[in-house]
């Protein structure tokens, strides 16, 4: 294979001063997780979005949080197939194996991804309805939010979408067993929350109201 | 929906230190950011691992990589086939909708999911090949890699195993034929590392020798 | 001295989060704490163990309780004998000094301290015996509770030795003539606890029925 | 023993208030730390004041860390004779048996402890210089700091003494063969600091310029 390149010089000199620093000051650290093993207490959902860090928001540090990332924060629906679900083998992992107590599913607002399921869904996407998209298609999984958002603008409809992704991923979570009985046992807590890019605010969902609540 | 919970004590207090330094000295360009969206340079594929921070090695911040993280950083083969596919949506958005100029695959000791796949392989976890099993599908992927391997002890095979699921991620990158056609036309550059999580190092695919060299 | 490091990275961003969230909201209590001195009402003897946090389980801020934390939470017999004695120093601070009105001590389960007690009594860590063993000699304190165990299975014994670490702490208390006339005269009131981690539950000692009780 | 009474009723209430929400929505996480045991990162060791508070400052929660607390966070010298040592047996089972890898003695401004030192050292308190006084003995072990301070004001000297009992602490720890050698391995660190409780400033020591700096 001829085509991988080395990494830019940019990342490797940036690396460099990590090794050297961070890196050198956590020797120890660094050495015991990986003779112990990982042991996180949280497992975080979150989108692929370059301006959302869950670990510098929640000051975690290596070893806190087992993270999985994609496209608009969704899990989707239980399916044991025997096809490739990337998804659902973090999940699995991180229940079955690692036994996490939390998992916090995080939505935020501008999700590009959210947006592309709202303009699909309104018609106005048509090349996201094509069998090959493979951002249509996974965004499918959001597809009955959109059916019961209110009437509105669409600013507050995109918002509103956002946070049903948050919703829907906690509801199929509901449908793996394995996760049902964890919440079950009191030994998982499910959490939902929303962060606002602009403005640094977390909204957490509200199982009592229904709604997301600044926190 | 009544099974969601507020948000761990610890976590509320750490966002609001969170939201009260690193957002507040930076809020230009977090609302810069939300405004403008998204431009990062790069993609990363990473590991859920909870040792693993490419933001941290490569000292990114807000706005940098776009960030897609799942078990054992696997691209699943190229397959439009209208199922919901994370890690290709997540590939497609980032080289077709943001254009990033980087996708760095990287892989790292001690992972699970290769073990997992490594004790699969050698008829040593049943559990892993059943149908119901998502982590055992998911590491189906790197199957062929396992058949590849030269004989030795496990660790040296583990870590080669390792270092084999990232080039099965970069083959299968270019099977994605705008994968192929974007590093054709040179937007873009894949890249294929491996972390050392005991003593740092890092270790870059290099395509003269075939091999991983440290940088 | 070359050898202390700056601390660790995420424990100065976590400090800077508290400072200008916790502190700043509470700055002028700080200030008064900081000009008036301390005035807590109770001493509480804990043991190290990062799972025990009394001030969380009791819900106190700064300025309520005098804490001294020591492997399983063990004060020695009174040795006026011009040594270096911390616990002791502890002790005759709060109660002197200070003049707490309440002296807690608090045992746990799981205690790792105990348990090495109770091995070396039971002759199983021959390396607890050795002179140089501090953990050894420190939990010698123990030892005339091992040998009043009831029989029964190892855990029973387990958890009873834990509740009698609290038991001949209240003892060795008693025989500080400082502590026994504070106690007499009413000014100070002494009480027993033993914390639950898995299950949250804490029981404390009935001096009527010589139990421990749920309370 | 009748001398023991039942808890206070307000701490009864709290400790309802904190099982029926702190607890319940960590139970998972509790359940966990109670089986698999605790596995700290850091030992922290500070003084038995109220108004210090080293998980708030840190954003610490249960299982974080190992906290040992006695009055001016002080460690005596190595002294292996055989006698109770409740400081030196929390440091060996946090770096033999836990394997920490963080050791950080935190001091702080208004230490009742080192004031009594000062003054005994003055010659101004002369109670402390008794035999039978614990305070006094235990505070010995910061004589040889007050023998160094420089001229200055009485202010001025007793904060640069507060720091001394940082750095007279680590430099005793240095005399544990055990502590000596895991430093030596890159497997531990030591770190002192030093809290100003009226303005919440936290002073590191920095190795470089042999003072303590605002982190």
Known sequence: MTLAKPLPEYLVRRYHGWKATTFAENKGWYKRLAEDGQRPRAMVISCCDSRVHVTSIFGADQGEFFIHRNIANLVPPYAPDSDHHGTSAAVEYAV?????????????????????CYDMCSGDAPELEETSSFVGRWMDILRPGFEKLEAGDRQDRLTALEKTSVLISIENLMGFPFVREAVEDGTLTLHGVWNDIADGSLESYDPETDRFVAI
């Open 96 to 116: 079955r194996t690692l036994r996490v107590n939390h998992l916090i599913v995080m939505g935020h607002s501008g999700c590009g991804g959210v947006q592309g």
